[in-house]
């Protein structure tokens, strides 16, 4: 199946291929992909005490999802399920979820820049927006200058902005604040997409965030600067008209 990927891509690249050539082997690339997955899913199944079961499970965790994830565990004998990627496997089906508009946030506690810990609920506004992003996430930084603005504005009106960095050098998330110009309350959550937090999030990508209103419950989800700017608007004028 890696034979069959690497002749797709170099397929792929050819500049002369038609839309219709391109669609049939992305169609090719799909049916490879679900290939591959299944002789992996086969292999856990038929090997319980393989280290390879669980390094594989693992890594495929996220994209095959909870259920399956779970169900391919249990397979797994006691002993490979009690190695350290077997507890990160553990921890995913532990926490994993993917929170929706209406649910409750979850609250957490990470440290600051100064190394104070700083808990979520301690720290909310009427519109507290979680913000996922890490240095290295060039979408996340060309969101911020946008961000910025929205916080300046808003930011005496009952809305604030709370960044969640997956970055694991302290200097380089620190570098990209400074940079960034963020003037948020900025944490740093140094374990990334294995940190149980972002398992509590469903944090499978970033930039992602999530918006809480006054009611402790989300609101919104993946919003963009500007379609963020507009719903603060909608939202916080309803509110003072509503307070008369």
Do not use: M
């Amino acid at each position: 199946t890696n034979k069959i990927w690497d002749s797709l891509n170099e397929r792929l690249k050819d500049k002369g291929i038609t839309k219709v050539q391109e669609d049939s082997l992305r169609r090719l690339f799909k049916e490879n992909k679900e290939n591959q997955e299944s002789i992996f899913k086969k292999f856990i199944i038929e090997n319980p005490n393989s280290l390879v079961s669980i390094e594989t499970l693992n890594g495929f965790k996220f994209s095959w999802g909870k259920e399956s994830t779970e169900k391919l565990f249990n397979e797994l004998s006691q002993h490979v399920r009690s190695t350290d990627k077997g507890e990160l496997v553990q921890n995913y089906i532990r926490y994993y979820r993917d929170p929706e508009i209406s649910d409750k946030y979850s609250d957490f506690e990470l440290p600051d820049s100064n190394g104070d810990l700083i808990r979520l609920s301690e720290n909310l506004s009427d519109y507290t927006l979680l913000e996922f992003w890490a240095s290295w996430c060039s979408g996340c930084r060309k969101e911020h200058p946008e961000l910025v603005q929205v916080y300046n504005r808003f930011n005496d009106s009952k809305f604030t902005i709370l960044g969640i960095s997956s970055d694991s050098n302290k200097e380089d998330w620190q570098n990209a604040i400074e940079k960034d110009n963020l003037p948020w309350k900025n944490l740093r959550d140094s374990q990334g997409r294995e940190s149980i937090i972002q398992y509590q999030y469903g944090i499978n990508a970033i930039p992602t965030n999530f918006l809480i209103g006054p009611d402790q419950k989300i609101i919104a989800k993946d919003i963009k600067p500007k379609d963020l700017e507009i719903l603060l608007e909608k939202l916080l004028s309803e509110t003072a008209h509503n307070n008369g």
